[in-house]
Structures are given as C-alpha cells and as structure tokens.
Nanobody, 124 residues
Framework: QVQLVESGGGLVQAGGSLRLSCAASGRTFSSYTMGWFRQAPGKEREFVAAISWSGGTTVNTNSVKGRFTISRDNAKNTIYLQMNSLQPEDTAVYYC?????????????????WGQGTQVTVSS
C-alpha cells in the first residue's frame, strides 16, 4: 500500500514557476514507477510526466517538454515536478500516481495509487 500527498500548487502569473512535491508512504516506494497527471475543468485526466524507479529514465508529454522536469529522491520517498514558463493552459489539478509497472507508461489505468491532487492556476 502506498499513500501519496501532493503539495506546492498555487496561483502564479504566466511565465512563472512552481515546484510540486509528492510525498509517499510505504517501504516499497523505490520500486514504483511514478507519474504526474493533470485534469482541467471539463477535461479528462491527462499524462504529464513519468519517472522510472531508479530515476534514470523519464518521459514527458509533448506540451511540457523543455518546461517541466520530473525527479525523485528515493531516500526521502518524494517525487517532484519543476514547472517553468507556466502558461494559462497549464491550469489544472495536478495528481501524482504510483504504479508497480516496471516501465514508463502514460495511461492512467496502469497506475495503482493516486494522491488527492493540488491546484495549479496560471493567470494571463
């Protein structure tokens, strides 16, 4: 069992930055693939980024490449999402997720555990 708690969301102007954190409980955290997803009002939850259990491999969705960076610190049971050059279209609730997948995947169905989400609002 893994419990996830996100933090770091807030209101920021376009062009600004935020860093999201996701703290995980559970002794097997380091064995999970971790991901960030987001959901805007009226839209489906979409993939943002994922990172392998070791942190050695990452993947981002095209719309955030060059702006967002996912990372993890297994010693702290925490993953991060550094978001730079934020745009109004990045406004959403951001969720972290954990999956005993063994590879990087973008589908919500592949992840077993989810946090409660943190709101990110980017004003123009």
């Amino acid at each position: 069992q893994v419990q996830l708690v996100e933090s770091g969301g807030g209101l920021v102007q376009a062009g600004g930055s935020l860093r999201l954190s996701c703290a995980a409980s559970g002794r097997t955290f380091s064995s999970y693939t971790m991901g960030w997803f987001r959901q805007a009002p009226g839209k489906e939850r979409e993939f943002v980024a994922a990172i392998s259990w070791s942190g050695g491999t990452t993947v981002n969705t095209n719309s955030v490449k060059g702006r967002f960076t996912i990372s993890r610190d297994n010693a702290k049971n925490t993953i991060y999402l550094q978001m730079n050059s934020l745009q109004p279209e990045d406004t959403a609730v951001y969720y972290c997720a954990a999956g005993a997948i063994g590879r990087l995947v973008t589908s919500t169905k592949s992840y077993d555990y989810w946090g409660q989400g943190t709101q990110v609002t980017v004003s123009s």
